[in-house]
Every structure is written in C-alpha cells, then in structure tokens.
C-alpha cells in the first residue's frame, strides 16, 4: 500500500516573521506545541519530548535538518521504543499580511501500522488540532 506524505495548509493571519517565531522560539514553542525544554532552529540540533494520548505516551525523538528563516523549518521525527524514521516541514508562504503554512509529514508508513496511535488518521487528527487550533489560536492573538 502507498502511502501519501501527511500535507495540511493552513492560513494564518499573523506574519511569517510571527509564525516564525512561534515555530523557533522556544518560550513560544511551550505555548502551543509541545513541552520542549530547549529549542534550536540550526541545522543538526537534536531535541526530544514526551507526548501522546491519555492511555499512552512516547518519547519523540527529533533532529533539525532544514533552516530557512521565515521560510521552512524541517526535522526528523522518530520514536524512542519503536521502528519507523520521518520528517516534519513546516513551509511559510507569505500571502499579503497573512502566511499559508505549509506542514508536510512524509515516512508515516515507516512506523507500526498495526499501531492505532501511528496510523495516517491519529497522526491527521493530532496535526489538525496543533496546526489548526493551538497555533493559529497562538499566533493570531494579539501581541
């Protein structure tokens, strides 16, 4: 079976330099992501947190491989306990005073898929709520 890379778009009415700093900083990071101690948007910083659903959580284990300031940010994503490699872009397309992002998820198929949590659904329903709710909550408030 093919698999498709995981794609959601979404625009958002903040700028990319705002979208930006929400995606890098970590302070921000904490705010609508994920509960990461430390953050580094260069190429080759490793980073980790532990998330997941109320039955179970997962250490993530993540690498940063593409920078382009106000343009894409990309990382690794695999699981401590568990096969499977993949990759994170978030793409930031300026549209007059808004910014479409951009959030492809490619190498899903690489992990269990007799594993409900790992399956294309659980990880669309998860980007849907972050992408589409917690960051565009976060970046469209003021300040």
Same mark, same amino acid.
């Given at each position: 079976? *093919?698999? =498709?890379?995981?794609?959601?778009?979404?625009?958002?009415?903040?700028?990319?330099?705002?979208? $930006? @700093?929400?995606?890098?900083?970590?302070?921000?990071?904490? &705010? $609508?992501?994920?509960? !990461?101690? %430390?953050? &580094? *948007? =260069? #190429?080759?910083?490793? +980073?980790? +947190?532990?998330?997941?659903? %109320?039955?179970?959580?997962?250490?993530?284990?993540?690498?940063?491989?593409?920078?382009? #300031?106000? @343009? &894409? !940010? *990309?990382?690794? $994503?695999?699981? *401590?306990?568990?096969?499977?490699?993949?990759?994170?872009?978030?793409? /930031?397309?300026?549209?007059?005073?808004?910014?479409? /992002?951009?959030?492809?998820?490619?190498?899903?198929?690489?992990?269990?898929?007799?594993?409900?949590? +790992? &399956?294309?659904?659980?990880?669309?329903?998860? $980007?849907?709520?972050?992408?589409?709710?917690?960051?565009?909550?976060?970046? =469209?408030?003021?300040?």
């Amino acid at each position: 079976m *093919a698999f =498709e890379p995981f794609v959601l778009e979404k625009v958002l009415n903040a700028s990319p330099a705002r979208v $930006w @700093r929400a995606l890098t900083d970590v302070g921000q990071i904490q &705010k $609508w992501y994920f509960p !990461l101690p %430390e953050f &580094k *948007a =260069e #190429p080759g910083y490793e +980073f980790e +947190f532990t998330a997941g659903s %109320e039955e179970r959580q997962y250490r993530h284990l993540c690498k940063v491989t593409e920078v382009e #300031p106000n @343009r &894409k !940010l *990309a990382y690794s $994503w695999r699981y *401590a306990d568990f096969p499977g490699d993949s990759e994170v872009s978030f793409e /930031l397309i300026p549209e007059g005073d808004k910014t479409r /992002l951009r959030l492809t998820h490619k190498g899903l198929n690489t992990f269990p898929q007799d594993h409900a949590d +790992f &399956k294309p659904e659980s990880f669309s329903a998860g $980007w849907n709520h972050i992408i589409g709710k917690s960051l565009a909550a976060f970046v =469209e408030q003021e300040g």
